[in-house]
């Protein structure tokens, strides 16, 4: 965990340094640490403040409410000050609580390491035992041992540190076994380290986060049950100063009373409110999964930002326009500019292929026409997106939610991910169709089993009531197909949708889809980077660069003769038409970063026919024929004169 | 299915063995005497002399042992010296009034904590999501032994809804409604912290599942937000959920402990401490065994819970 953080804090003032900046960022943590430190330094310094003796007993004051002369928080059942009982019990609930937590770190990890480290029949073994004690509800456990051991506060803390043993062995365990055989240990094996040596300078500094981690968010729990143990009558015995004995003792008065008992138990909530809040605040800070922000939960709607007016409708509106999109990711400070204006258009019937490398923004712009993009952090700032010349990025949700799988329809690329893993594929069908037309559902299977069967799925009926994991890849994207298809959409957006697929499969489904395609007349819009499947199947080409469309044209024309350089490399890189997956390394340099893109033609970097010109300005989409579109100044063949032959 | 049950059930042997081994060694580090040390410093030398031979304490250790599983497995688990009756009997009865409180906590925290977990999740950062996580914050911190002590203030002493404490009415009562009327408050104040619990990690369940893909694929279908939340993605979850569930099982047995002595809901809880009290030590061991036992078992109905939730874990 550690040894994959590392890299991504090195640029602060080390790890350490960076541990602090983010726990303070977190104000509760914070507050939590200001909270905890009050409370120990009035702890530290009970032996110096002016406090009353816990013990001394005075009878006749007994039960003195707070703000008593003399006695600030009042007196308990035997007239002994109570601040002064709170100050030196919180010690004791501190002191045994931290001591537990440290007990059962030490033991439990130990424990962990070893099994994990070793393996085998010691990890087994020890694993059973630790096992056995997880199943004990843990406080059947303390009362066993306390049981045996007599009630005190030692015996307590021993009761309490043993019963959180197997969460440190389990979770330390689990870290270790992913690091035993990791390349620096095995180096330091056949460096002839010894075993403990290896543990103690390899495994134990990359556990220790961990260690931490763990420890942080279980010693406000162990605090609570020392003092649920006292609580009990089992820990800490009178006349001691313990929170949880006078808690308990002050319950004996408590309808009367109150305050005895309720002064104290404030106290145990805020010191274990305060641990929690730092608990919270570590895990935040160490947890790279965490940090990253990573756990953002994508709306129903990519959020729409959009600055100035929608470009006016076309004169002609097509099926779908998409109209100077422009889509960003705001990731904290950093905008990555995923889409900086996208025109294109699919007419009725028709197949538009948009080809690119991954991270041109191809994907990005076939999710945002239905507002589909991760949001946070997507945000489509700008543009038009228009079916039919509607005007989607300005209309309600439920509009949207209408045309979603009704009218416009999506298949994605790897369908063990996008299909539901608990539901039964013929449910997920006949939902697509009752979430858009109130229809029986009896009406509704016999649609689904009827495009299972369309798609060419074998047994169908058999089928509708398996699993996504019971199909093989290619069933399974036979059933996304169908379930895109099972309301008759005017347009099916495919995003990479034979990419998972191994090569045969990869031809079986471009098949259906173009005849599927044929029979039904359905306009498709069809993301890949594989040149050789857009050849086979699509009437126009759109290549994408940089979340730009920088050349545009007719398959055959763009195919036979490439304008961009970007396009002419990507052409080279395809070996012969279909020949499966082939990524694009063979072009020299990297797609450049969206939150840094250069002035000018963005492919400049890479171009070999780059001119200073090209890195000045901005280059336009211009038409060059009355069929293609380009955008770059130096073009691989001159269009116009090759028009004019 | 049943061939999965049956290799739970048997794979529940040893853990149940292994549970007997733990409480027979934790008890044989009695200090002194341990015949002494089960009856209590009051036991008459008679008596002393009858437990050693019925628990063969002359012999060695794994003899004793077996001896001991042996008149379990024959219901045979001794005589409460301080309650001068059945171990057995005690047991069964007070960890039936347990199961009546804890059971409806368990209840209680899976439902309200999930919902609020859910809510949270699909409102994260909104205002909803805040003041749960607030809320959560305050219940998994404040011990249930002090909430519910100020929950007798408040709602028996100074607003008289419910009664202070008890499982019934002393007089007549007895009834569904009686109890039910002396359970609401012990059940609330138990399942605060497991509320807590379940909610924070049913909230971090919902947001794992809501980043899936075929979340955005049911939303591509255009099924309703609504429908996305409660049916695809909470469907999803659930099934890190209900492990946790089970886990809370174990906490809400534990903090019943406290709640029982706090309205004097006569449970095992307040048993097994009046029994440690009184070193009524075969009392202790008697219901340390049965209700882990238990335990083992409601976990067991757990996982065939989770496999009947996940088809993907069946087999
Ligand atoms: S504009 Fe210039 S740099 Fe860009 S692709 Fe054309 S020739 Fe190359």
Known sequence: ?645 | MGAYILKRLISAVPVVLGITVIVFVIMSLIPGDPATAILGSYATPENVAKLNRDLGLDRSLPEQYFIWIGNMATGEFGRSYSLNRPVLDEVMERFGATLILAGTALVLCSVLGIVAGVISAARQYGLADKAITFAVLIGISIPSFFLGMMMILLFAVDLRWFPVSGMYLPYGGGDLQDLLWHLAMPAAALAVVATGVVARLSRSAMLEVLRLDFIRTARAKGVGERRVIWGHALRAAMVSIIPVIGVQAGFVLSGAVYIEIVFQWHGIGEMLVNAILKRDILLVQGGVVVVATCYVLFNLVVDVCQSLLDPRVKA
């Open chain 1, 1 to 645: 965990m550690s040894a994959a953080a590392a890299p991504s804090s090195a640029g602060s003032r080390g790890p350490v340094g960076a541990f602090l900046r983010l726990f303070a960022r977190n104000r509760l943590a914070a507050f939590g640490g200001i909270v905890l430190g009050l409370v120990l330094l009035l702890v530290l310094l009970a032996p110096v403040l002016p406090l009353a003796d816990p013990y001394a007993q005075d009878k006749p004051n007994k039960f003195l409410l707070p703000f008593s002369a003399g006695h600030l928080l009042g007196t308990d059942h035997l007239g002994r000050d109570i601040l002064s009982r709170l100050v030196w019990g919180t010690q004791t609930s501190l002191a045994v609580g931290v001591a537990a937590a440290l007990i059962s770190a030490t033991i439990g990890s130990a424990i962990g390491i070893v099994a994990g480290f070793y393996g085998g029949r010691t990890d087994n073994l020890m694993m059973r035992a630790i096992d056995m004690l997880m199943a004990f509800p843990y406080i059947l456990l303390a009362l066993a041992i306390v049981a045996a051991l007599g009630p005190g506060l030692v015996n307590a803390l021993i009761a309490v540190a043993v019963v959180n043993i197997p969460f440190f062995a389990r979770n330390i365990r689990g870290v270790t076994v992913g690091l035993a055989h990791r390349e620096f240990v095995d180096a330091a094996r056949l460096a002839g380290q010894s075993n403990l040596r290896i543990i103690l300078t390899e495994i134990l500094p990359n556990v220790l986060p961990v260690i931490v981690i763990a420890m942080s968010t279980t010693i406000g729990w162990m605090i609570l049950e020392t003092a649920g143990l006292s609580f009990l009558g089992l820990g800490a015995q009178p006349p001691a100063p313990d929170l949880g004995g006078m808690l308990g003792q002050g319950r004996n008065a408590l309808i009367t009373d109150p305050h005895a008992a309720a002064i104290p138990g404030l106290m145990i909530f805020i010191i274990v409110m305060s641990v929690n809040l730092i608990g919270d605040g570590v895990r935040d800070a160490l947890d790279p999964r965490l940090r990253a922000g990573a756990l953002m939960r994508p709306m129903a709607r990519t959020q729409i930002d959009r600055r100035g007016e929608a470009p006016p409708a076309p004169a002609e509106p097509a099926l779908l326009d998409l109209q100077e999109l422009r889509t960003e990711f705001r990731l904290g400070a950093r905008v990555l500019k995923a889409l900086s204006g996208v025109t294109l258009s699919v007419k009725p019937g028709e197949c538009l292929g948009i080809v690119g490398e991954s991270g041109s923004g191809k994907s990005v712009a076939a999710l945002s026409v239905m507002g589909l993009v991760a949001s946070p952090p997507g945000v489509i700032t700008g543009g038009a997106v228009r079916y039919e010349g509607e005007d989607l990025l300005g209309a309600p949700y439920e509009r949207l939610r209408g045309l979603r799988g009704n009218r416009v329809a999506y298949i994605f690329q790897d369908p063990l991910a996008t299909l539901h893993p608990l539901h039964r594929v013929g449910d997920q069908i006949v939902e697509a169709i009752r979430v858009h037309r109130r229809v029986p559902e009896a009406e509704a299977r016999a649609r689904a089993l009827e495009l299972l069967r369309a798609v060419r799925i074998p047994n169908a009926e058999r089928r509708m009531g398996d699993y996504p994991h019971q199909l093989s890849g290619g069933m399974r994207q036979r059933v996304g197909i169908a379930m895109a298809l099972v309301n008759d959409p005017d347009l099916i957006i495919a995003d990479e949708p034979t990419t998972a697929l191994d090569v045969t499969v990869q031809a079986q489904i471009l098949a259906l889809l173009a005849d599927l395609r044929r029979e039904r007349g359905v306009a498709i819009l069809f993301i890949t980077h594989d040149f050789g499947v857009v050849g086979q199947f699509c009437d126009r080409i759109a290549v994408m660069y940089a979340g730009r469309i920088v050349e545009e044209g007719p398959t055959a024309e763009v195919l036979g003769a490439p304008a961009h350089p970007y396009t002419r490399r990507l052409i080279a890189c395809v070996p012969e038409l279909g020949a499966g997956r082939r990524e694009l390394a063979a072009i020299p340099g990297l797609p450049p970063a969206v939150d840094d893109l250069p002035d000018g033609c963005a492919f400049a970097p890479r171009c070999a026919r780059a001119t200073p010109e090209c890195r000045r300005g901005e280059i336009a989409l211009a038409p060059v024929t009355a069929t293609r579109r380009l955008r770059c100044l130096h073009p691989e063949v001159e269009l116009t004169r090759e028009e004019q032959r």
